[in-house]
């Protein structure tokens, strides 16, 4: 058998082994032959999910179950004094107060005290009676007001941003902008957004013992809560299990147990009874994440012919107390001239996590609007001018078949065209991002002689549909449906596994699923075989029956003799007492990276009121070979609403004098709802040879700059802001009015 | 939120003496909740009993129409006013305004006693940790704020805006307000029953302590009076109004000949302008009549840093409201 080299962690460390793989094996059924890949797949849970009975963390009761609630500083920076739980830890229904170790706090909602009682009333009634001495501190609420001369500092022991930052050049800028056609400087900003789980984050405790912890959490990944734990609690990884049967959205905030989950922890073992810390919707919005806003200088030129010849920015963002707020520019296209300068900027604001496709969606925003500028400006079609300085081809693809479902070419490409006050418009942008898979996830079938069949995998599901992907990969492997995969994951003691970020987890899990089905069906055939008086290779598997050739190997042409066909329950009997137990790992080649995607959107503008209305979005992707196909149109619908709120709603709000978060609700925080929705066309531009790639986070990313360009187009209202409010498009209106008067 | 108790009284008798003078704050009336639990829960107010006042056979219910107009219950809820036949007929402002207001959910709990009642949405206000001049404080945080959703007008020393969609259209149809304390009924008007909030009265009504709303009547209009309301929301639904407008006119041929323009969004109450209905009465509609009264309506505004964009938005709705409700004439006589 062919061998291929895979790397595999071992005592932490990346090992190179060879595995075996079954000729023909390391590809997959292309999808003109495959029986249920590439097909739309209800998902295996939707009824669970649709009949409520799936259970959530945040619907885990248990017997004597305490509720944990975590006082949060009402300052944006202060030191403290003193903490005194005294008279709360008197308080009726109070069982355990625990003061984290902090001599500093710095941003509004900053967790202090952990308290464990037998309702969220007590437990909140006793932080009112804990009692904290702070000393305010001067704090920063904007990137403005940190970069300000004299501006206070968020760490004592580092300057809110880099005074030196390293500035990478490529070619020569300065003498490009001289010889270009078009030369546009621009300022562009991006706010802070938060992930808005619906689920917030939060799990369930329970000890067994002194060093035995279950633990139900919301987590995009049960490994790495596991090792936080037991890092932070002292006790071995194996004597912890964590589940996730189901989760209510992570979108990159989720990987870890968070202050919040030690502390379930350690209240529950104070207590000596299970806690269940479930963030409010307030410190869900203060402490679990979010994205970085940016403030991005542009200088950008092109020349006669629409190629863009210089791009220089001086960019800065800020993840609040965290770093990582960098992004891409000039993102997908090519300059070959360049200057870049990135600075992270402290405030004192809750810090950034992952979301969904970190720093695209920022660094994504300002380079097409910036495009979309000098296209303008030189008279140049928009979609045109992107093929021209964009160098994926399958991108040129993409934005044609975009522009043709969209309508493009009908549109009047005068800006502000359309008469009356309700105006139409069409903007596009582009996206990239890797979603490749590895060795981190092993899956194992087992056959049993009854027929039933399950998948085991320690992966989790975070609302992607990876259970039904991976039952899909098995069924088809072995002529079964989904439905007849029984799978089992989401918990540690199913085996290790990657979290799931970065789109990783279906081009991870597929390939390791689908070897295990392969490895499950040679179990199965090399058991039955002599039983059925025939050789292994004889058997094939199709459509819930087992097949046998007249004598030769099975495949395309065999000659089949069909009076030996028997179900797959007759087959599986025969195993009688052996049942299959197979395991299947990543291998190369049945899963790549790297993926390209367009959106198009037509937006309607009352010029009146500065109302958008999203009409139509038309998103174009690739994703390699599709497992589910209507799992991942609603995942890239999904992209899309959410890209939506980016572009036209979502904002944190700190108060600029006391860097208070003052829209921490949902009265204020505004996410799109079904009206803001518009038709959404999916288009694939599939390429099954290239294996499974994830589309987690590629359609989240354009839309903030295409809606920003739809506006335009619509209108004339240049907003280089988001989110695009009617405040915003009504103060770009009134300036347009005044330069039509002034002229 | 503070725990606190309970009581669900059958009688009006019984709910008085409930409500009776044990100090400000302590004993609250509870009707549809969808305010009083928010406020509760962001530790606003932190009464020590709540009255429930949904039991009480003895307030007039639902929607009447009586020769003295229309009388609605206090405790009629917002889904019912958007329902209402006889309203859509008689006021249609107030339907658009209940059906524009909230949600479905909310509406389905939301009573227009309650309605009337809500406190302002501003964020400052709402926030435990900003001890606001509303609250009791010296000085108002959004003044030199994030004050994107505040006050045009009547602001200082609160710069809060009205929240309700609905009082603003049962302004504009000069509907008053009955309320009954142990001493007895009284009726106000609403332009008097709402009053900017000043020192000695952090609030934004003139309902007294121990009184409650136990109905409104909206007066029968002459045939021929049309209203209507419009409102800006930057989400298309579920979003308090950036700003808003009720309009009603009678029309005589093309002569208005009697109307009441009322914002919302823009002061800590709703906000009749009568200098703007001052231009409209007499006039004939046509020509640039309603672009010089949207000015006038927004003459004495004062924008604060971030909310100037509201003027042109009110310009435009009230523009848009008075051409809906003169589009087609009225035959005179």
Known sequence: MPKVKITVVENGFDKEIEVEVPEGSASWTPPSESAVLGKRIVRLDAPEKVSGRAKYTYDINLPGLLHGYILQSPLAHARIKSIDISRAEKMPGVKA????????????????????????????????????????????????????????????????????PETRREGDPAAAFKGAKATVTATYETPVICHVCLEPHGLVAQWNGDDELTVWAST????????????????????INVITHHMGG?????????????????????????????????????????????????KAAADADGKLVAWEIDGYGSGGINGGAGYPSPYVYRVPNQSRTMRDVFTNGGGARAMRAPGHPQGSFATEVMVDELAYQLGIDPVEFRIKNDPNELRHRQYRLGAEAIGWANRNPKPGASNGAKKRGMGLGACTWGGGGGPSTPVTVNIHPDGSVEAISGTQDLGTGTRTVIAAIIAEELGLQ??????????????????????????????????????????????????????????????GKIRVTQGGPAGKDAKWDESKTISWKQAAARLGMEEVSARGQWIPGLSSSGVAGVQFIEV????????????????VHDCGLVINRMATESQINGGVIAGIGFALLEERVLDRNTARFLNDHFVDYKIPGTYEMPEIEVIFTDQPERGVIGIGEPPVIPLGGALANAVYHACGARIRSLPVTPNKVLAALKGLRQQDTGL | MKTFEYDSPETLEETFSLLGPDGEGATRPLAGGTDLLTL??????????????????????????????????????????????????????LTEAASLAATPQLRNMATIGGNLLQRPRCWY????????????????????????????????????????????????????????????????????????PEEGRRTETTIREGELVTALRI????????????????????????????????????????????????????????????????????????????????????????NAYKIPLLKTLIRRALETLTETEVPSG
């Not at chain 1, 309607?604 to 998103?619: C, H, M, N, S």
């Open chain 1, 250 to 298: 992570g979108f990159g905030s989720k990987f870890g147990a968070g202050v919040e989950g030690v502390m379930a922890a350690r209240l529950a073992k104070k207590a000596g009874a299970p806690v269940k810390m479930m963030m409010t919707r307030r410190h869900e919005f203060h402490s679990s994440g979010n994205r970085p806003s940016s403030l991005q200088r542009i």
């Open chain 1, 220 to 239: 995009q990944g049960v490994h790495s809560v596991r090792g936080d734990l037991a890092t932070a609690l002292n006790i071995p990884a194996s004597k």
């Open chain 1, 604 to 619: 309607e503008v009352d010029t009146e009121t500065g109302r958008v209305q999203p009409l139509k979005v038309v998103a």
């Open chain 2, 40 to 93: 509760m829960k962001a530790d606003i107010v932190s009464p020590d009993r709540l009255v429930n006042l949904k039991r009480l056979g003895e307030l007039p219910s639902g929607i009447k129409e009586t020769g003295d107009g229309v009388t609605l219950g206090a405790l009629t809820t917002l889904t019912e006013i958007e329902r209402s036949p006889l309203l859509r007929r008689r006021c249609p402002a």
């Open chain 1, 482 to 543: 989904p439905n007849q995969i029984s799978t089992k994951i989401g918990e540690t003691r199913y085996g290790p596994s990657g979290g799931s970020g970065g789109s990783t987890t279906c081009a991870s899990v597929s390939p390791a699923a689908k070897m295990a089905g392969v490895f499950a069906k040679q179990q199965l055939f090399e058991k039955i075989a002599p039983k059925l008086g025939v050789k292994p290779e004889q058997l094939a598997l199709r459509d």
């Open chain 2, 125 to 196: 206000y709402r926030n435990s940790l900003f001890h606001c001049w509303l609250k009791g404080g010296d000085d108002c945080p959004a003044c030199d704020g994030q004050n994107q959703y505040h006050a045009l007008f009547g602001g200082g020393p609160c710069y809060a805006v009205h929240p309700s969609d609905l009082a603003p259209a049962l302004l504009a149809l000069d509907a008053e307000v009955i309320l009954k304390s142990r001493n007895g009924e009284r009726r106000v008007s609403l332009s008097e029953f709402f009053a900017l």
């Open chain 1, 97 to 164: 107060i625990i003061p984290l170790d902090k001599k500093e706090v710095f941003y509004h909602g900053d967790e202090l005290v952990g308290i464990a009682a037998t309702s969220m009333n007590a437990a909140e009634e006793a932080g009112r009676a804990i009692k904290i001495e702070y000393e305010p501190l001067p704090h920063v609420a904007y990137i403005d007001q940190a970069l300000a001369k004299g501006a206070p500092q968020v760490f004592s022991d580092r300057p809110n941003a880099n005074p030196k």
């Open chain 2, 219 to 306: 007066p029968p209009h002459p045939e021929g009076t049309r209203s209507t309301y419009l409102k800006a929301m930057d989400r298309k639904v579920w979003a308090f109004a950036l700003v808003g407008v009720a309009a009603a006119v009678r029309l005589e041929g093309k002569r208005i000949e009697e109307v009441r323009l009322v914002l919302n969004g823009v002061a800590p109450v709703p906000w009749r302008v009568r200098e703007a209905e001052g231009e409209l009465i007499g006039s004939e509609v046509g020509g640039e009549l309603f672009t010089h009264v949207s000015e006038t309506a927004l003459k004495g505004a004062r924008p604060l840093e971030h």
